[in-house]
């Protein structure tokens, strides 16, 4: 060390060293999340073709499930199955969702409306709508209408929960602002409530969706003719694991993407919230 060197110049380096850690970490370099997505990608799949490898279960390749779903998709059966599914999902989710907003915002803005409905949407949470099957076979017959009303189900109760959330947390000075101002309870409700309780409806609704989705197979138990859930049922009866596993990755994807649908308005709606 220098004889000239100053006390500031050799306390230099452990100053530099004691900065913001905030600072420090958005300095770190950050890996892309398509390179993290595909990285987790690969080593899914490899993993999986070890285990196939290995004669885990009868647990086919990737290779014969790719192999089964080309066939699949040659003969036009996939594309069948995925439309039936689709049609019954998007249905049920929709009229889940359309009814769970309007309940929810009752609920949230109306004590009457709230002791009135909160019991039954409770009570219903607590029971799986797979359990109301057979009750919906008696009521409603071995049509469309069962498949769909399960699904409805599952997502509305999933939505209308998160809507009266969102009401009930409304910032109650963002309210009594509106009502100094001179506000009436429709102004409030339309440009208050309404705009504050959307990140709250968008997250149930990706929540419902996902239910949605999750109840689908058990709803095509009711004598479906085709979709998913039936071809996979079909192919549980001769052991056909390559059928079930595009079943399954094929309702995966389709999830996947309308999620990330649902993600992608739910930022463009709500991009006046402060984000951390």
Known sequence: MSSTETPVERDAPARESTGDPQEARRKRPRVPTLALNLIALVAGIGVWSWLASLGVQGLPGPVAVADRAGELIADGTLADDVLASLRRVLLGFALG??????????????????????PYVQFFRTVPPLALIPLAIVLMGIGEVPKIFVIFLAAFLSSVVAAFQGVVGVDRTLIDAARVLGARDGTIFLKVVVPASAPF?????????GSA???????????????????????????????????VITIGL??????????????????WQETR
Do not use: C, H, S
């Open 97 to 118: 969702t359309l009814l769970a907003v309007p309940v929810g915002f009752l609920m949230g803005w109306y004590g009457v409306a709230r002791g009135l409905l909160e």
């Open 201 to 209: 409806i968008l997250v149930g609704m990706r929540i419902g969706l």
């Open 254 to 271: 389709l999830g996947l993407l309308m999620d990330r649908l649902l993600l992608l308005a739910e930022r463009r709606l709500t991009r």
């Open 213 to 247: 989705w999750g109840t689908l197979v058990a709803a095509e138990l009711i004598a479906a003719q085709e979709g998913l859930g039936y071809e996979m049922q079909k192919a549980q009866l001769y052991y056909d694991l390559p059928t079930i596993f595009v079943g």
